[in-house]
């Protein structure tokens, strides 16, 4: 409590959706209290993302949910490009097993049952709280060296002001903190209604066990299976229509009749029909002052890559560590405008992915089909698109102060470090814990050693013909500094210029629980 009687708490975060929880829990790991609001009591129903990536895997591991989230979750297996008839265009297969950064490349999950693991999770955190069924009508950044955050509170009818030193706008595509702060979406120019079913079912549908992808200018659509018992449909809507439509089994079987086949009625569990507009937006700007914008506050992006979701949490994952680092003083304020600078053009190009799949998928009419009969049956041919469409791995991140790349020149900096099962038990990240780290394939001296542990980083020796030393080889690099955040600050055959560069930051040490994560 402050001394005018506000509430006071060093973060204050809106939005309890799976962006805003995983900030709170990343915050409390490195001793960071937070009072996090929600307009919600209880996690929201309703099934919405149901895909991530084994690098937002990394990130729910981070938060102790790895067995939890793998237990509630199927690893998909590639995907199929069709046309209007069904017919197979081109298959994309997918390994399922865990690959460079410890998990399968993509993983299919219902939403409700991921928030229900992530808010339990963040309950054996004493410094997060959650106030649920409360309402955020202000964000005022006027006081000195603070942020006010009024809300009301639905319980007592009553408004009531928190102060923060800072504010995470987690409050999703209709944002009030954006607003509050003066920030705008620009249009990416995508906006399609879309029809979204789920459907559930013990019945075996006999269906190709990836996505498949039905590549028409009419009516393109998708379809997965998202577990034991449950399936996603999306199509886009045509003029005219609407949910109310397709409000029952019977008005959906000819949509869905090329799948459930001679299925019964009472076989099929109808969960959800819902109407979705998909569009692509981001914000143009991410901070101001003490307030920031993560997920879709920030950025919106249409499902054809199935990185909604994972993008806020990887805003949460980039910043957390940096904000910590600046409430202990271990950063200065400015670090936190890298957040912008590093995520907004990763996401930017994540949303230009997804919207190259949904015109491939929905353009040039019939002639755009007829082009597509033609190409895409070649394409899983060539190694290189092969490659591409099922490689997971994202972009790597641009030059800032803390990704410390050289301009045209390929390098790991910018990337992610890989997360390979080590021999003694535990993997890569376990042992990196949640600081920087110096990744090297040569022994350190003792006075380099010194100055890393000095400066509140580990040091992880990769031993000859492992992963890790691989990694650095093929990157013709014998050390690298990890951030907390698993991307590669800097890479060099130096080790001093390597062990120079470690940023002193000593809350990622304080926080361990002998050499594993808590």
């Keep these: 409590m402050s001394a005018d009687g506000v509430d006071y708490a060093?973060?204050?975060?809106?939005?309890?959706?799976?962006?805003?929880?995983?900030?709170a829990t990343l915050l409390a790991q490195y001793g960071v209290a937070t009072v996090t609001l929600d307009r919600w009591s209880e996690v929201y129903p309703q099934p919405r993302a149901v895909h991530v990536d084994d690098e937002v895997c990394r990130i729910l591991a981070r938060l102790g949910l790895a067995e939890s989230f793998a237990a509630v979750s199927r690893p998909a297996?590639?995907?199929?490009?069709?046309?209007?008839?069904?017919?197979?265009l081109a298959e994309?297969?997918?390994?399922?097993?865990?690959?460079?950064?410890?998990?399968?490349?993509?993983?299919?999950?219902?939403?409700?049952?991921?928030?229900?693991l992530l808010r339990a999770n963040l309950q054996r955190h004493p410094l997060a709280e959650l106030r649920g069924n409360v309402e955020v009508v202000n964000v005022d950044v006027a006081p000195p060296g603070r942020a006010r955050v009024t809300y009301l509170d639905r319980n007592t009818g009553r408004e009531r002001?928190?102060?923060?030193?800072?504010?995470?706008?987690?409050?999703g595509a209709n944002s009030v903190v954006r607003a509050r702060i003066g920030a705008a979406m620009k249009d990416l120019c995508?906006?399609?209604?879309?029809?979204?079913?789920?459907?559930?079912?013990?019945?075996?549908?006999?269906?190709?066990?990836?996505?498949?992808?039905?590549?028409?200018?009419?009516?393109?659509?998708?379809?997965?299976?998202?577990?034991?018992?449950?399936?996603?449909?999306?199509?886009?809507?045509?003029?005219g229509e609407s949910v109310q439509d397709f409000a029952t089994l019977d008005a959906l079987r000819p949509l869905l009749s090329p799948w459930i086949g001679a299925a019964a009625d009472s076989d099929l569990e109808l969960i959800r029909v819902a109407e979705y507009t998909f569009r692509a937006q981001v914000a143009d700007r991410w901070r101001r002052g003490a307030v920031l914008l993560l997920g879709d506050a920030a950025h919106l992006t249409p499902p054809f890559v199935g990185q909604g979701m994972g993008a806020g949490l990887r805003d949460a994952m980039n910043l957390c560590w940096k904000l910590a680092g600046v409430l202990a003083g271990d950063l200065t304020d400015c670090v936190l405008d890298t957040y912008e600078q590093e995520r907004k053009p990763h996401t930017t190009f994540m949303i230009g992915m997804a919207l190259a799949i949904g015109w491939a998928m929905t353009a040039g009419g019939d002639f755009g089909s007829a082009i597509r009969r033609l190409v895409v049956p070649w394409l899983h041919r060539l190694p290189g698109v092969r490659r591409r469409v099922v490689d997971?791995?994202?972009?790597?991140?641009?030059?800032?102060?803390?990704?410390?790349r050289k301009p045209l020149r390929r390098s790991l900096v910018g990337g992610l470090c890989p997360n390979p099962p080590l021999p003694e038990g535990g993997s890569l990240d376990d042992e990196l814990g949640r600081g920087f780290s110096v990744v090297t394939a040569v022994a350190l001296s003792e006075?380099?050693?010194?100055?890393?542990?000095?400066?509140?980083?580990?040091?992880?020796?990769?031993?000859?013909?492992?992963v890790t030393a691989d990694w650095l080889r093929r990157g013709r690099v014998t050390a690298a500094v990890v951030r907390p955040d698993r991307t590669v600050m800097v890479a060099s055959r130096d080790l001093g210029v390597v062990c120079d560069r470690v940023p002193s930051f000593h809350c990622g040490a304080r926080h361990h629980d002998k050499g594993r994560l808590r």
């Design 392 to 404: 997971s791995t994202t972009p790597q991140l641009r030059r800032s102060a803390l990704v410390c």
């Design 77 to 88: 297996h590639g995907l199929q490009l069709r046309d209007r008839s069904q017919r197979v």
């Design 190 to 239: 995508f906006n399609q209604r879309w029809l979204v079913i789920d459907v559930g079912t013990a019945v075996d549908l006999r269906q190709w066990d990836g996505v498949h992808q039905i590549c028409d200018p009419r009516r393109a659509g998708t379809f997965m299976r998202i577990g034991a018992t449950r399936y996603r449909w999306e199509f886009r809507l045509l003029p």
């Design 447 to 466: 006075s380099d050693r010194r100055i890393v542990e000095e400066r509140g980083a580990r040091v992880h020796h990769a031993t000859a013909g492992s």
């Design 161 to 171: 002001d928190i102060e923060a030193d800072y504010v995470l706008g987690c409050d």
């Design 10 to 23: 060093p973060v204050v975060i809106v939005g309890a959706g799976p962006t805003g929880i995983t900030a």
């Design 92 to 116: 994309f297969r997918r390994d399922t097993r865990p690959g460079r950064n410890g998990f399968p490349q993509a993983n299919m999950f219902d939403q409700p049952v991921l928030e229900a």
